[in-house]
């Protein structure tokens, strides 16, 4: 109970806090308007937190990692779809949030296949009987696509990249909004626990990280200021998800027209 | 008949826009020259050099070095702006040639094609999956005023520019250093000196 009562009163403080971050003008969203540039209020805290990840990342994620895609191809493909699987959960309810019934019950379909025809998600039967690609949502994409300005950029310790809005939608998740953290922790099954709620959402991080070695790796050795790549990427790509554009839709391309406009080099 | 047909694809031909016609052709000719220099017997050294070249004719260096520097642009001096397109070209190529060296044979289909403008064509396309990733959508915004010479102005991949990227860490560089543009000129010269 207290720790509810904790988590809620952070979500809180975090919600207010972006509606006076909010406040200087710039990064109010309103209907026609988008937000210019999100900024980086807590730059100096972010760089700190951002070096201490990397530390973390090379002394501990990186090498598991790395050991993680030594396994064979079939445990990875298992373990990959199992925790997209539990993702539905969450995707689903932000599906009905932004109106989208007839995603949330492609969606509804897809766990209920692939929970018991595919074991426990092991196996992504839908996708192999032709379902429609998924596409996970989240509560910070719901309360983006409700209106709710992205607030300062953050980097949270282990997470990694965020914004205040991401961040309390993540709190969402541990306070109902998570099917499988609310069956995991609270419900009385045996079977069920919180570590291994923890294992499952480390295990997606650990799977995230193996898929990328090599990317990350590039990036990173290209980079001149690696944290300002990584905080323009993250946020061009939450700015995609919000607004439900797939990768590479000619929408995505239009908005950066102006800034191309005006250069001329012939 | 055949005279009917010629002349229905000369007035078809007539009637698309010439320009965007060849930019998915630009770029699938761009795209193989590249991956026959990446899976050609040749060192390192002459892979990165005939990369280099590449680079040289087919992308708009120039334009991309302007757009990097964004607003800041504005507040540099002609030799300022001519010492930084110097550095910049070399840091370019540099980075350019090192993220493509690490794919040793990219097989990338050229699927569509959209015009935006008179300036612009985008040229979607797919990097075919192998074992180690999977498939990834890369749009070329294609840079076409002068139709004899069309260039490549940015890549977006899985819908994340890299032009877009390149200018906000360069913004970065130069805010963190009180907006000194010296800064920047410092950073890109220590990459290329790598």
Request: hydrophobic residues 35%; neutral net charge; charged residues 25%.
């Amino acid at each position: 109970m207290y720790k509810k009562f904790v988590i809620t009163l952070v979500s809180l403080l975090l919600l207010s806090f972006n509606a006076i971050a909010a406040s200087d003008g710039e990064l109010m969203l309103s209907e026609n308007e988008k937000p210019k540039k999100i900024k980086d209020c807590f730059e100096k805290l972010n760089r700190a937190t951002f070096s201490f990840n990397q530390g973390l990342d090379k002394a501990i994620i990186k090498p598991i990692a790395k050991g993680y895609r030594k396994l064979p191809d079939p445990i990875q493909k298992g373990t990959s779809n199992a925790v997209k699987n539990l993702s539905t959960l969450i995707t689903i309810p932000n599906n009905v949030l932004q109106g989208d019934i007839k995603t949330a019950a492609i969606n509804t379909g897809r766990l209920i296949i692939n929970t018991t025809i595919g074991v426990l998600g092991f196996v992504d039967v839908a996708n192999k009987m032709g379902f429609p690609k998924y596409v996970k949502e989240d509560y910070g994409q719901t309360l983006g696509a409700w209106g709710v300005g992205p607030g300062c950029y953050v980097v949270l310790p282990v997470l990694g990249p965020s914004t205040i809005r991401d961040t309390a939608g993540s709190f969402v998740n541990v306070l109902g909004g998570d099917p499988w953290y609310n069956a995991s922790t609270h419900g009385n099954n045996e079977y069920l626990s919180e570590g291994l709620y923890l294992t499952s959402k480390a295990l997606s991080g650990i799977e995230f990280r193996a898929n990328n070695i090599d990317s990350i790796d590039n990036l990173q050795k290209n980079s001149l200021d690696f944290y300002a790549s990584v905080k323009s990427l993250y946020l061009q790509d939450r700015e995609n998800k919000i607004e439900n554009q797939t990768r590479g839709s000619i929408e995505v391309i239009y908005k950066n027209e102006e800034d191309w406009e005006e250069i001329d080099s012939q | 008949m055949k005279r009917f047909l010629l002349i229905l694809l000369l007035f078809s031909l007539n009637t698309t826009s010439v320009y965007s016609l060849e930019a998915d052709v630009f770029v699938q000719s761009t795209v193989n020259r590249a991956a026959e220099t990446l899976s050609g017997n040749f060192t390192k050294e002459q892979r990165v050099e005939k990369l280099k070249e590449i680079a040289k004719e087919t992308v708009d260096i120039k334009g991309i070095g302007y757009y990097s520097l964004g607003t800041h642009r504005k507040s540099l001096s002609k030799d300022q702006l001519i010492n930084y397109l110097n550095v910049f070209e070399e840091y370019f190529l540099k980075s350019f040639s090192s993220r493509l060296a690490e794919y040793s044979n990219p097989e990338i289909e050229v699927n569509s094609k959209k015009k935006l403008n008179d300036n612009y064509t985008i040229v979607s396309s797919t990097l075919v999956a192998t074992d180690s990733r999977p498939e990834v959508k890369i749009e070329w915004r294609v840079y076409t005023k002068n139709p004899e010479n069309l260039l490549i102005r940015d890549l977006i991949i899985e819908g994340l520019s890299l032009a877009r990227t390149q200018k906000e860490e360069f913004s970065s560089i130069i805010n963190s250093n009180d907006g000194n543009i010296d800064a920047l000129l410092k950073n890109l010269s220590d990459f290329s000196s790598k």
